[in-house]
């Protein structure tokens, strides 16, 4: 008998699901999205404008555009004509200031800006200030370099007037070339297929993941929460606590305690001294105990998330069945292989695929400890895809690059999610049971 | 027939009712100035821009108008965060009215239309801007307008450590001598790396520490590859410039200096404070930096006496192809789309009375930069500051800038990407440049010039 989805239902959870829909759909969905653009900084987010300017028009040449259109679109001048005077009085300049100049410079050009500026310094009823005075200049100019156009229609209006009968295919390459903002295209993830780096920022993830995963998150979990589980009770407890500390610490603060402890001067590089053994900076200083340290500072807080499921797990496994074994004579070892790991299956099963998940996408630690270095040995997909689209030096920020790194790992942390869930038999936990009650 | 934007009627409009409206009633405007990559030495990058509050309200109130400013400072002490937040809030229109960042991101972000170019608000043919260096005025352009006004100036600078020097058999006329051999191209890169390496070898500094470079991106990286005889730039066209021969020397040359010992392979992306120390402290026999350390070595890091312990040269020259070179990179003040036409002008207006010789001096001195124009060289403060003189004379003439275009950075990034991966021996210099290579083709096609080795 099916239930019937309730109205009242639907009503009480209709701000979760908008919730859901803004801050977690929405931002996936816009992510594909973004991610078959060339979005940067340089070209903007919301739309951009149609400009010419003298480095488009040395690389018009090759791009099939004739040398005379292109010498049309440079024209740079000011010339005081009726048309200029009309247009000046009709955008509001000062009504004595376009007399003075009608009087004094009319049927005047001028080739540069500075010499029309000069002219009009000179002139008596000039407005105090520097940009009145550059607005006023604008009527009276015939050029279109370094004018954004809001829109397409605009800028070919322009092009036409300057260049007219320009031949239609010109026309639209000029359009195409000219335009600041983003467009549509696919070469993102050419980009990243064809990219020398990508392999090696690919081994780095599943690295990193794998090892994780099953060092810490699984094997350290699981002996945690076994061992606090036999422990007495207030030191179990007091273990517990400790091993969630880790998680609690602020991720900042965490991380420049690591550095404390492994840097040049720090706690580790003394011990070594004292031991004898290299003393250097551990966390950047060689590639091996750089990854060493990541795994470790992302094990460390990931451990306790292991230890507390399996934890509650343990304790839901009914004491008869302990009691029972130790009847028998079993020993620690024994109970804990053959009753306490067999009924920890769906557990294991979920620290392990919600963890690849988190672990696929957690990139905040290996930022704040080792920056991806040294080089790009200890980076993985997430912080490469975070650093092309929100931190770059010396370049732009790439959006749509980075949407399309994270599409990528969207793509492979679902096939992954399906692949766990077969592999542990998901739909067997979820059955209907076969049973009727 | 001319076209007239729209912004432009309404900003006519806007200064026709704002006419009728003057004097009536106070004028409040709050103007919002940031600025990237400054500490609390270069606080007088947004300070300025009150004190030319405080000299515009002065002048408006004997003009008989009442006006008042309130300026909104921030200052953003690294680079990575800052360029960020200008961008992002440049969407939704929230950027600062006054921006004060590298000249680098007048290309993107003129591009990207979240500039309004300063050439359409200020006069450079009028007092103070008409005595700002020609070639500062052409590094704050791009594409034909100029889009910023100079905020700073400076050269990035190699400098040794005397007493080192002296320990290895260099006698006092010999160090004096120095930064004349390197500006003749007689004493190279590979000279400096023999000597850090003799350094060493005496005792004087820690393995591994004779040379310390910049441990993380900066233009510095550039001077290398002029060094080796690269150009960033053809003279020519324009276009950028791939040198390939020259990317390879200079990645060679830094797994030189780490297979002889003198610094780590691991060593990019080390910590900036302690590289400060080191460097400051005579723990190092040779590094780079910038004219603007001196102010952080001798206040913060405790170097006394810094002329006693330390001189200075240009970049070397690496090898035959290559010249002795020094990057400046000014910080430019920039206007933002953000606000109404009027806002910009007045910010503009800011920006010139900030530009004044006596009031820039004050960043100028304080954070150890150099003079934007002539006259700065005449204030007493500027003209007593030894270092600053001496700067200005011995480096300043030979600089040259990184080019200012919307593709450099793809550029850039490639070749750090692939210097990092040379120096930590990830992977072979012809490996890497050729990965470098690649990456830049793709991105840039036929917007760059490749030039292959052997030229």
Redesign the interface.
Known sequence: MRSRTSRLGLLMISPALLLLAVFFFAPAVLTGVFSFTNM???????G??WVI???LL??LP?RGVDASTIEALGVESYSVDE??LA?ARA???DEAFVDEIEARLAGRNYATD?DF??AL?DLGSRPR???????AM?????S???????GKA?AR??IE?VAPGIDETQLNTILAESY?GWVWTTDNF??IA????TW?IILNTVFYVATTLTLFHLLLGLFLAVTTFYLPKKLGAVFTVIWLLPRLTPVVLYAIMWKWFT??DGFLAILAAELGLPS??YM????PT?WTIVIAVNGFIGASFGMIIFSGAIRAIPMQQLWASEVDGASRWQQVRYIILPQLRWPILFVTSYQTLSLLTSYAEIWLT??G?????TTVWALDAFQTA????????QYGLGAAMALVLVAIGLMLAIVYLRLFRFDELVARPKIEF | MTILKKTTMLALAGMLLSGTALGAAAEDYTISVWAGGSGEESDYRVKAIEIAAEFYEREAAIRGEDVDITVETQLFSGWDDFKQAITLAAESGTAPNIIVSGHEDIGPWAQAGILRPVEDYVDFDAWPLNQLYDNLIKVSSYDGKIWGIPQDAESRVFFFWRHHLEAIGYSAEQIDALPQQVLDGEYTLYDMLDDVQKMQEAGLVDDAKGFMPRPSNGPDYWQFYQSFGGEMVDPLNGKLVFDKQALSDMYQFFVDAVDKGVVPATYLGGDWDSWHGAVASGKAGAWHGGTWHYAQWTKKNGLDDFFGNVTYTLIPAGNERGRANSITHPLVYLLSNTGTDDDAALSAELVTIASEPRINALHAVKSSHLAIGKEELNVPLYAESRWATEATENLLPYTNALPNSADFGTVWTAMYKGLEASWTGVSSVSDAVEAAEQEVVSALGDKVIIKEGGM
């Open positions: 940067s900084s340089s070209t903007g987010i919301t951009g404008a300017t003298p480095n040395k690389l090759d048309a200029g247009a955008a509001g300049v500075s500026l000069s310094k200030r520097i940009r009145d005075l550059k607005l604008e009527p009276f100019t015939r279109i370099l370094n004018v954004r156009f809001p605009e209006t322009a007037a600041t050419r980009t064809s990219s020398a780096k090696r840097w040049d250097f900076n950047k200083g060689s590639v750089a080792t920056n270095g040294p080089g790009n040995t929100l931190l770059n030096y010396s370049g732009s920020l």
